[in-house]
C-alpha cells in the first residue's frame, strides 16, 4: 500500500497562477483533510471531506477550493495563487480507531507539496 | 476559538527522559493526540488521550486531565532518532464529524 500519495512534490507559481494539487489514498479511508503548514505556526485546516461527497471549510479556507472526486481522491485548487500561499501542504486521511475512552480518528499524512509563489 | 499552548522547544540528552506540556483551550474537546514529524517529513500518529491518566506505548507515554486542560508527552530513554517537532492536538466533533487543531509544536533536539 502506497498510503496517501501527493502529487506535486514541489512547485513554483507566480502570482495570479492557478494550480491543483492532488492527493490519493489507498486505505479506504471515509475522511480526508488538507493542512498547510508555515514555519512556528503547526499545521491548520483549509478543508476536509468527511465522507464522499462532503466537504467542508477548515480554519484558512480563504483562496483555496476543493473537489473530492471519488472516495481515494481529493484535490485542493488555487486559483489566484498570492505569495501569502507560499507553505508546505499536506494531505490527510483518517480511520476510525478505538481506545479507551471511546473512537478517535487517526490522520495518516502525504509527504506534501512544498509551493513557492513568486 | 481554539487555542492550544507548547513549549517551542526542548533540548535533552540521549538516554535521558523529556516531557512536552501542551495546555488547551477549547469548545467541544473530545481528545487529545500526539503527532511525531521529522524535518520535512509527513506528521505521524503518537497517541491519543480521551480519560485521564496515563497512556503507555513502548517509550512514549501521554497524559491528560480534563480538568486542567492538560497534557504531556513522556519521551524515556532518548535516542538521536526523537529528534523531531511534536504537536500535540485536539480532537472536536461537530455534525457527527471529527477534525483535528494543532497546536504549533514543539521541536526536540536530542543531542548525544
Known amino acids: 500500500n502506497a498510503g496517501v500519495t501527493q502529487t506535486p512534490k514541489f512547485q513554483v507559481l507566480k502570482t495570479g497562477q492557478s494550480m491543483t494539487l492532488q492527493c490519493a489514498q489507498d486505505m479506504n479511508h471515509n475522511s480526508m483533510y488538507w493542512y498547510r503548514q508555515d514555519p512556528g505556526m503547526g499545521l491548520r485546516l483549509i478543508y476536509y471531506?468527511?465522507?464522499?461527497?462532503t466537504t467542508d471549510k477548515g480554519e484558512v479556507p480563504n483562496g483555496y477550493n476543493v473537489s473530492r472526486l471519488n472516495k481515494r481522491e481529493f484535490s485542493l485548487r488555487l486559483e489566484s495563487a498570492a505569495p501569502s500561499q507560499t507553505s508546505v501542504y499536506f494531505c490527510a486521511s483518517s480511520e476510525r480507531n478505538w481506545g479507551r475512552g471511546g473512537s478517535y480518528n487517526e490522520q495518516f499524512f502525504g509527504p506534501g507539496t512544498r509551493l513557492t509563489v513568486l | 476559538g481554539q487555542s492550544l499552548e507548547q513549549p517551542s522547544e526542548v533540548t535533552a540528552v540521549e538516554g535521558a527522559i523529556v516531557q512536552i506540556n501542551c495546555t488547551y483551550q477549547?469548545?467541544?474537546?473530545?481528545?487529545l493526540s500526539w503527532y511525531q514529524q521529522h524535518d520535512g517529513g509527513a506528521p505521524t500518529f503518537l497517541s491519543y488521550n480521551a480519560l485521564d491518566g496515563l497512556e503507555e506505548t513502548g517509550r512514549f507515554s501521554s497524559f491528560l486531565s480534563r480538568s486542567d486542560s492538560y497534557g504531556y508527552l513522556l519521551l524515556q530513554e532518548l535516542q538521536m532518532k526523537d529528534s523531531a517537532s511534536y504537536f500535540c492536538a485536539v480532537t472536536l466533533w461537530a455534525s457527527g464529524y471529527s477534525t483535528l487543531t494543532f497546536g504549533k509544536g514543539t521541536m526536540l533536539l536530542v543531542s548525544p
Open positions: 477549547t469548545s467541544g474537546f473530545y481528545g
Open positions: 471531506s468527511a465522507s464522499e461527497g
